[in-house]
Structure formats: C-alpha cells, structure tokens
C-alpha cells in the first residue's frame, strides 16, 4: 500500500484537511505517492499549488481517484463506502459507537476502516491520538470564545480610575481539553478553578496555577484509557450541588466531561443557572454527546431567562483549522510511519500490532473489532 489519496471534506462546515504538504513531502520521500482533491486545504491556509510542490498530483474528485489509491485518508467520517476498492485501507473519524450501518458497508465493500478516535491512548501511540491534539485546541478556543463574550475583562488591572478584580473562571473535567483552557485561562490573567473526578489530576492543575475544588466522592479513579469513571447517581448528585456553589461565583464556567462512547453526565441544571450572574459565560464542551449543562444546544448560543450565555463548545478545533490540520496531519503522519515496512517499501496492516488490532475495524468483508462486531 503506498498509493495515497487525501479527500475535500464534504461538510461546508469542516476547515480541516487530513495531510498538510509538508507532511505529503516526507511520506513522498519514503516512497509513497499523493493524490489530492482539488481546494482540500484552502479553508485551512494550504493551496493547491502548495501540494503540487509537495509533489502531489491534483485531481478534480475522490470518486475518480477511489481506483487508484490504496489509502484513502480524509476526517469526518464518508457518507457511504461505496466505490472503495477491495481492500482500501480507509483513515477517519468514524463515529462507531453510531455507525454500525456505516461499518458493514465497509465491511461488504471489503474495506480496512480504521477509526482515528479508537486509536489507543498509550505511550506508543501517543504522536498518533488524535482526540489529544484537536481537544487540546479546542479548549483554548473555549476560553478565547468566552473572553470575547464576557462583558469583563479577564487579568485583575490597576488603573488611576480604580482597580478592576480578575475574572473567576471554573473548569470542569481536567482531561486534555481542560488542561489546555487552565494554561489559557491563566495566560490571560483569570482566577481559575478546576475539578475532576480523578484526584490524581490534583498536581497537574496546581502546577499550571489554578485551584483544585476538593469534593469527596468516595471511591473514585480513571479507566486504563486515562479517562474518569462513571460515577454514581448519588456521586453524581453530591458533585452537581458542590459544583454550583463554585459557579454562582464564577464570570465563566467551561464542561469538559466528555467521554467517547457514552453519553455525556449532566452536570450544570437549570437551577444552577438560575443562580449565577448575569453575563456570566457557560461553554458545554460536551453539547454533541448530550451535553454537561441543561438548556445546551449544538452549534448554537443560549441565553438564559437571567442573562447566562451557554455557549456550543463542540468541534471548536475548527476555529484554527491551520494548527488543527497541522497537528491532525502530523498524527495521521504518524500512523502510517508506524506502519511503514522498509523492506516492503510500503505501508503494511499488521494485527500484531496493539495499535492497529485497537482502532481497524472491519477487515476481509467483516466487522473484526471486538467492541462493535456483535453489536
């Protein structure tokens, strides 16, 4: 497999592209070859002409280009697999926990499709995750989207007139995302806060400069994956009450409690809401899996009865769609480096490999991952 194809994403609202020049310039040196749909990269900064000088051949569609190409690399997930060729390895988001129709069409097409999110969060496979890197931008933009709202400034300011406090800012869910809007939060001169249900995050906030809010839950701790566990109704409740005294003093509160697979916990209600003041700035992070706050809508700002804006904090990565592409391209990168065989001169599926066995999912006309093929 050494024949590579980069598709345009086909949502008006994607700015992303899977492989930047650069990234196609190392991989053409190693002995693969690039077709790229024509304006792939214009919303992201990257000219067509840019990738014919990266070596890349330009072509009008992906459809045409399907027979040709081993690999076919793009982000969001297709709308149908059909005019892959057998065997195609396939490189996206997939969304399987609600794709399985999607799945068995790869499958009856006969196609390798591997889901960029099932990629394991290990130290190996740490330069290919890319949940980390587009989170990791998404809460910086979080916090810039709610300093561009807030009717406030965020660092504490002397002036002759008087001195103006620093805004409180409140994280919830101290993963990747989280900790990225702490650093940005603190850059920016906010009093910042966090929690998580994970004591072991404790050190990780102090070290940036924030607070950690202490709420005995009892027994908690983190999946193998690094992410929180489920908590309990009655965890759950004790954690939404102890939270809101935060909030209710708080200029911004942002809800990182995401968790690929499962719905979201909600974690702000109405009530809490009710209490905060107004021109106070809520970002759910969490909006596209059934969101952390109450009242929360995809793509879409609310304002409350009490002047609380929820902002929509989902796939805020595209914002910044140079960074995104960059990082998504260099993890993408990653992967097939991974992968490459030097004697073979070409990328090789190796099920061997704990990398590959965690994030293929169909294979040989099967659904094959043990996760989605009795589903």
């Not at 905060?276 to 929360?296: F, H, K, L, R």
Request: with cysteine.
């Amino acid at each position: 497999m050494k024949k590579v194809l980069v598709c345009r994403e086909k949502d008006p609202a994607e700015t992303r592209v899977a492989l930047i020049p650069d990234d196609i310039k190392k991989l053409i040196q190693m002995g693969f070859s690039f077709k790229v749909v024509a304006g792939s990269g214009l919303k992201s900064g990257f000219s067509d002409e840019a990738y014919k000088k990266a070596g890349a051949e330009i072509v009008e569609n992906e459809e045409s280009a399907y027979a040709d190409s081993d690999i076919v690399v793009r982000i969001m997930k297709p709308e149908t697999a059909k005019g892959l060729k057998k065997d195609t390895l396939h490189l996206s988001y997939l969304d399987p926990f609600n794709e399985k129709d999607l799945l068995n069409e790869f499958a009856s097409e006969g196609v390798q499709a591997v889901s960029l999110e099932m990629i394991p969060r290990t130290t190996l496979a740490q330069k290919m995750d890319v949940q980390s890197s587009q989170t990791s931008l998404a809460g910086y933009v979080a916090v810039c989207n709610a300093a561009a709202r807030l009717p406030k400034i965020l660092p504490m300011m002397v002036t002759p007139a008087g001195t103006i406090s620093p805004a409180r800012v409140f994280i919830i869910g101290v993963g990747v995302a989280g900790l990225q809007a702490i650093a940005t939060a603190k850059r920016l001169g906010a009093r910042v806060e966090a929690f998580d249900t994970r004591p072991v995050v404790e050190e990780q906030v102090r070290s940036l400069g924030a607070s950690f809010v202490k709420i005995d839950l009892g027994e908690m701790g983190q999946t193998d994956q690094g992410y929180a566990k489920e908590l309990t109704p009655e965890q759950l409740a004790k954690q939404q009450e102890a939270q809101a005294k935060v909030c209710e003093k708080s200029n911004i509160v942002i809800t990182t409690a995401k968790v690929f697979g499962r719905k979201a916990p909600l974690l702000i209600k109405k009530d809490v809401l009710d209490r905060m003041q107004p021109g106070s700035i809520v970002v759910d992070m969490a909006v596209s899996t059934g969101g952390n706050v109450e009242g929360s809508k995809l793509f879409e700002n609310v304002v409350t009865e009490n002047g609380v804006t929820i902002m929509s904090g989902d796939l805020l990565e595209r914002q910044v769609p140079f960074d995104a592409s960059k990082m998504l391209s260099g993890n993408i990168t990653a992967f097939i480096t991974h992968f490459y065989n030097k004697e073979a001169g070409e990328l090789l599926v190796n099920l061997d490999d704990e990398i590959m066995r965690g994030c293929l999912l169909t294979q040989n006309g099967a659904i094959i991952h043990e996760r989605f093929k009795n589903v």
